[in-house]
């Protein structure tokens, strides 16, 4: 396992290159945000152009930058909505961004079941998402790229529905963006939250690494979706979860991929302390992969 960093959290500071970041922090691994368009929102603005990167010239171009650099991409983010009024458009994003992934040498594209669609019930969400990710592992058949579902949001934080989706499409290549702290927003009492990451890691494509801290009493009670996550949402070193125990838990399933930070609560601290708090970040993983 490797640390890896949201291209979105890495502070990049005035003058500096991301590059002078990740080195700075210790890190040699980013995931990459990719929009429908091919740009790439917070990559592109640290390295000074806004990036086509579904276009494989351009992908091309920045794999070789990127070694050079000694970077590797953990995992391309999407936030695909195969319920959308154009689905087809939805799953040709996912296939040329598989393709992008390959050239950048990234073993995982994260895609999403959510949908802006409010009129259709959760039900037909998955069976849309189960039909259209269907089409892309065949358009993408021998390819070495994984996908990771994100347990995120009011659907796919649901065990069932993850279960019934796996269940359906019945391909190794589907898996989860495991992520450590939206089950436990989804209202998960601690405990569940360990026994659910034990069910759900050997399927681990890639993870986000967050973490939540809400009050003593709150940690064992089951709680409203979300609840207060703006206020409760902290470093990796601030909140409830054991982190070193979540990495012996991917650990003993078989995970080898990455560790990647994602600290919503970076917003809540001033541009100069940020670097800081992603430090503590990287230092209470590398604690957690040193225990396992």
């Known amino acids: 396992m490797k640390i890896s960093v949201r291209d979105e959290m890495a502070p990049v500071a005035a003058g500096k290159s991301v590059f002078e970041t ?3 922090l210790e890190i040699a691994a980013i995931e990459i945000d990719i929009r429908l368009d091919g740009s790439m929102p917070h990559l592109g ?3 000074g152009k806004s990036g086509a990167i579904l276009n494989e010239s351009a992908a091309t171009e920045l794999g070789r930058r990127l070694k050079d650099e000694g970077i590797s991409v953990s995992a391309l983010l999407l ?5 959308s009024e154009d689905p087809d458009q ?4 996912a296939v040329r961004s598989t393709r992008a992934a390959e050239i950048l ?5 994260r895609i999403d079941t959510a949908t802006k669609n409010q009129t259709f019930s959760h039900e037909q969400v998955r069976e849309n998402f189960i039909r259209r990710i269907g089409q892309v592992l065949q358009r993408t058949s021998g390819s070495p790229v994984g996908y990771g579902i994100e347990n995120h949001g009011h659907i796919s934080n649901n065990p069932q529905f993850l279960d019934g989706v796996f269940a359906a499409v019945g391909d190794a290549r589907l898996g989860m ?5 939206n089950f436990y927003w989804y ?6 939250l360990y026994r659910t990451l034990e069910h759900f890691a050997p399927r681990a494509k890639h993870t986000h690494i967050k973490n939540i801290n809400y009050p003593a009493e709150m940690v064992e009670q089951r709680r409203p979706v979300g609840y207060e996550y703006g206020k409760y949402c902290c470093p990796l070193d601030e909140g409830n979860i054991d982190i070193g125990r979540v990495v012996k838990i991917l650990k003993k399933a078989g995970y080898q991929a990455d560790l990647c930070i994602e600290n919503e609560a970076l917003g809540k601290y001033a541009e100069d302390q940020r670097m800081g708090i992603i430090q503590r970040d ?3 993983l590398k604690r957690g992969l040193t225990a396992a």
């Open 79 to 83: 936030g695909t909505d195969f319920s």
């Open 45 to 47: 603005q640290k390295l």
């Open 282 to 284: 990287a230092a209470v």
């Open 105 to 109: 040498g990234a073993p995982a594209v």
């Open 177 to 181: 963006t495991l992520d450590t702290g």
């Open 90 to 93: 939805q799953v040709e994003w």
């Open 187 to 192: 209202g998960m009492p601690l405990q569940d």
């Open 22 to 24: 990740l080195r700075q």
